[in-house]
């Protein structure tokens, strides 16, 4: 077996990463496959160990970033949410304070009154006492780690991704909603009525 080869896969379980391809003089070059240890994806064109030419991104959510790449930086490129929404820069027309609608929303219509959505998934995921739905996961502000919807670690959030969230994003506390049927006015009967201080 190349020694090359030996080294870059020993470097790859080194760091919870996996490449599958073509290698020159050890390093990742032409065509490949490069995961990370979130289990995003890279599928493309490699050069010295770097992504280089056409390659997509694919994020464990769906996602994806499909770009032109030059020693490892996008140099243009378009991104797709996982719901098939892809995302312009110019001319960006969805959830611009004009149309608060989710994609599925506008693919497929509103819902009925009284059965709004809460996100661009119906029904919502079920969010874990104390923490966040930060879109692509949870998020648990003790921690300050966000994990994907089954569980899976995903990132660190930093101060502003911390404050963004805390700010915006829906909490698990925010989904028990109901009325307590012994203080509610619709369910406490009319007992008394006073009259002049007298009661009829």
């Not at 390659?55 to 959510?61: E, K, S």
């Not at 996602?63 to 378009?78: D, L, P, R």
């Amino acid at each position: 077996m190349n020694k090359r080869f030996t080294q870059l896969n020993l470097l790859m379980e080194l760091i919870e990463s996996s490449y599958k391809g073509d290698t020159k003089n050890g390093r990742m070059d032409g065509k490949g496959e490069y995961t990370f240890p979130t289990e995003t994806k890279y599928e493309g064109e490699m050069k010295d160990g770097m992504f280089n030419g056409k390659g997509v991104l694919h994020f464990p959510n769906g996602s994806k970033y499909e770009a032109t790449w030059e020693n490892g930086i996008a140099k243009q490129g378009s991104f797709t949410f996982a719901d098939g929404l892809q995302y312009q820069e110019k001319d960006w027309d969805y959830c611009d304070g004009y149309d608060r609608r989710f994609y599925s929303e506008r693919c497929n219509g509103l819902r009925p009154a009284g059965e709004s959505q809460l996100t661009d998934l119906h029904p919502p995921h079920i969010i874990p006492d104390g923490c966040y739905d930060c879109g692509d996961g949870f998020y648990d502000p003790n921690t300050r780690v966000v994990t994907s919807h089954t569980g899976r670690f995903l990132r660190n959030a930093d101060d502003s991704e911390h404050d963004w969230i805390v700010r915006t994003c829906r909490k698990a506390w925010d989904e028990i909603v109901g009325v307590d049927p012994e203080n509610s006015v619709a369910t406490i009967p009319d007992e008394t009525s006073s009259i002049n201080g007298s009661i009829v």
